[in-house]
């Protein structure tokens, strides 16, 4: 059975300690580790230590029992004792040719190859709250991080079996709506009569002219101040004019999304909620933790002090009457839980928001919306500067459009790709094959910087590097996937027809190294289902191509097509093919689509 050699482990040696210390002992899946060098074994187990502490014996004692009691003949050698009382544990090479063996041709019908995984943990409804841009301008480099993670992190919890909602929490409700449908007004009137007919061309210069016409005239702004009070109650027109414009905004919105192959991605604004904020805050104020302050209604915290040390609020509602974001978060919150019926709410959102997600985890946990149960996340990202490490700007100071980003992405693509075309002449390609083949690899290379660097760190965005063929980059890591599909192709062979039931054998020490990686793969998608960290991802995807790499080697690894017997060539062309498909499968988990030619 292909499956989680570590939690495989970790059950055996549940056991272990079960029947060495008793039932009650306590157990931790955590002290199952890969070794961190292959010299001393592929696992450890390091739980002699604290098991110690808590049986008052010593460890080597402790790791001896262990290393008697525990079953791992069809996993492992006999663990070996280390140190003042690790267990180095080695996979055999008939375990792992089992488990590899046991991979089932891939389904045609299934959005994800699983490669006949299955996840036992229980499943659950997650909420994803992701990409979110203020309608009221451009999507900005912030918003394509948070896009990029987020779909990321989405198809490995939907890969692992679990419910996902996405959801993109619009900027579509406050203040600044007066002043956008002003503008409208004055300059588009013909969008009251007509409001499919709206287009405008650039979302940040509309609204650049709004604000001057605001700043600069008194009747414009008082015109703007009463188009608020217009749309907050209720009045036809002026929702038709607001409608048309956010209609106009997500259009943008969705031409990006469309470019990144974003298809799941439900738009549920801020003004979805505006219904239910009041009852909300009541709700709230029920239980006791509203307080007015200063006119505006409150909720205090422990733990949250202003610079001063005073108790900082977290302010519901202003003190002109007004909900705010805090209260539509709240409200979201609040929908997700009980009608969703999520128990994990994650939220893709830039580090400057820490504060808002602290607080708003606080209080409900504060308010008991949420049974233990329920996990609130906040994958907080850091910035993506310029090349140059100063934030990401136009040469003349501009918000860089997301859409002009990616195409120039996809055209410098394309120029990577001429220039290697000339370096070899056996490849022709027609213009059609070379314009996909741009767009996979361009978009796929600001995908995947974005998702190597550890969530937290801000990152340069650097077109030359990420598109380089060297390195862990999509191009290079695209450039591996057409490989091996190729060997398939030069030896006249369909990999995708391959018999399933074919045995694996694992003999070479290249061989035995490439069939260790393939099969971490299951645990590594646990270990991000759990911590939520996508570089991790890439990072085990660059070793497993390194692993091919020394494997497919002339001089280092073994003969593939040209093996000899039959039975050794079949075994050597499925770990081919199943390479293949473990990276085809965790590049679409990055939400990068692979191409069978380069
Ligand atoms: N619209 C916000 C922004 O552009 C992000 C919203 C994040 N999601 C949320 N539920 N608060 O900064």
């Known amino acids: 059975m292909f499956s989680n050699s570590m939690q495989r482990l970790g059950d055996r040696f549940r056991q272990a300690v079960q029947m060495s210390f008793g039932d009650e002992c306590p157990f931790d899946e955590q002290w199952i580790k890969p070794c961190n060098d292959p010299r001393f074994g592929d696992y450890q187990f390091n739980g002699a230590l604290p098991l110690a502490k808590s049986l008052k014996k010593k460890p080597r004692d402790i790791a001896e029992t262990l290393a008697a009691a525990v079953e791992l003949g069809d996993i492992s050698a006999p663990p070996e004792i280390a140190g003042p009382g690790f267990l180095n544990i080695r996979l055999t090479d008939a375990y792992l040719a089992e488990a590899l063996t046991s991979i089932p041709a891939e389904q045609a019908d299934s959005e994800y190859d699983r490669l006949g995984l299955q996840f036992d943990d229980e499943t659950e409804t997650v909420v994803v709250d992701m990409s979110s841009p203020n309608l009221a301008k451009e999507m900005h480099v912030g918003h394509l991080r948070s896009t990029v993670i987020g779909e990321s992190v989405a198809r490995i919890l939907e890969f692992a079996g679990h419910t996902v909602e996405r959801v993109n929490h619009v900027g579509d409700w406050g203040t600044q709506f007066g002043m956008l449908i002003t503008q409208l007004r004055d300059v588009n009137p013909q969008v009251i009569s007509d409001p499919d007919s709206l287009a405008i061309g650039d979302l940040e210069a509309f609204y650049v002219e709004a604000k001057k016409a605001f700043d600069g005239s008194k009747d414009f702004a008082d015109r703007a101040r009463q188009a608020v009070v217009q749309l907050q109650s209720g009045d036809e027109e002026t929702l038709a004019v607001w409608r048309a414009f956010c209609n106009e905004s997500l259009r943008h919105c969705h031409a990006i999304y469309d470019l990144l192959r974003i298809s799941k991605l439900v738009d549920r604004g801020e003004s979805f909620y505006n219904e239910q904020l009041a009852a909300t805050v009541q709700e709230l104020t029920d239980a006791g933790m509203v307080e007015t302050s200063d006119g505006a209604e409150c909720i205090f915290l422990d733990d949250f002090k202003n610079r001063d040390g005073n108790p900082l609020p977290m302010i519901v509602r202003k003190s002109d009457g007004g909900f705010n974001y805090s209260a539509t978060d709240l409200a979201?919150?609040?929908?997700?839980?009980?009608?969703?019926?999520?128990?994990?709410?994650?939220?893709?959102?830039?580090?400057?928001?820490?504060?808002?997600?602290?607080?708003?985890?606080?209080?409900?946990?504060?308010?008991?919306?949420?049974?233990?149960?329920?996990?609130?996340?906040?994958?907080?990202?850091?910035?993506?500067?310029?090349?140059?490490?100063?934030?990401?700007?136009?040469?003349?100071?501009?918000?860089?459009?997301?859409?002009?980003?990616?195409?120039?992405?996809?055209?410098?693509?394309?120029?990577?790709?001429?220039?290697?075309?000339?370096?070899?002449?056996?490849?022709?390609?027609?213009?059609?094959?070379?314009?996909?083949?741009?767009?996979?690899?361009?978009?796929?290379?600001?995908?995947?910087?974005?998702?190597?660097?550890?969530?937290?760190?801000?990152?340069?965005?650097?077109?030359?590097?990420?598109?380089?063929?060297?390195?862990?980059?999509?191009?290079?890591?695209?450039?591996?996937?057409?490989?091996?599909?190729?060997?398939?192709?030069?030896?006249?062979?369909?990999?995708?027809?391959?018999?399933?039931?074919?045995?694996?054998?694992?003999?070479?020490?290249?061989?035995?190294?490439?069939?260790?990686?393939?099969?971490?793969?299951?645990?590594?998608?646990s270990q991000i289902v759990r911590d939520l960290r996508p570089n991790v991802l890439t990072e085990y995807l660059y070793e497993l191509s390194k692993a091919f790499s020394r494997f497919y080697d002339r001089r280092h690894g073994v003969r593939i097509t040209d093996a000899e017997p039959e039975s050794t060539r079949m075994s050597r062309l499925r770990l081919c093919q199943i390479t293949a498909r473990t990276i085809k499968s965790g590049l679409y988990l990055l939400g990068i689509d692979t191409i069978e030619q380069m």
């Not at 996990?375 to 997301?402: C, I, N, Q, W, Y």
């Not at 910087?449 to 390195?471: C, I, N, P, V, W």
């Not at 490989?483 to 061989?511: C, N, Q, V, Y």
């Open 332 to 525: 979201a919150v609040r929908h997700r839980l009980r009608v969703i019926g999520a128990t994990r709410l994650i939220y893709v959102v830039g580090i400057p928001q820490q504060q808002h997600f602290a607080m708003l985890f606080a209080a409900i946990r504060k308010s008991g919306w949420a049974g233990s149960n329920v996990r609130l996340e906040h994958l907080a990202f850091g910035s993506m500067l310029g090349a140059d490490g100063k934030p990401f700007k136009t040469r003349d100071g501009g918000t860089v459009k997301l859409k002009n980003l990616l195409e120039e992405a996809v055209q410098a693509a394309r120029t990577a790709i001429d220039e290697r075309q000339g370096d070899d002449d056996d490849r022709a390609l027609s213009e059609s094959q070379k314009q996909a083949i741009s767009e996979a690899v361009g978009l796929g290379a600001v995908k995947y910087a974005d998702l190597t660097h550890s969530l937290t760190t801000d990152y340069r965005f650097d077109m030359k590097q990420m598109l380089s063929f060297e390195g862990n980059t999509a191009p290079y890591m695209l450039y591996a996937y057409a490989r091996i599909r190729s060997i398939g192709r030069k030896a006249g062979i369909d990999f995708d027809t391959l018999p399933s039931d074919a045995p694996i054998t694992i003999e070479h020490d290249s061989e035995v190294a490439l069939a260790k990686m393939i099969a971490r793969f299951p645990e590594v998608i």
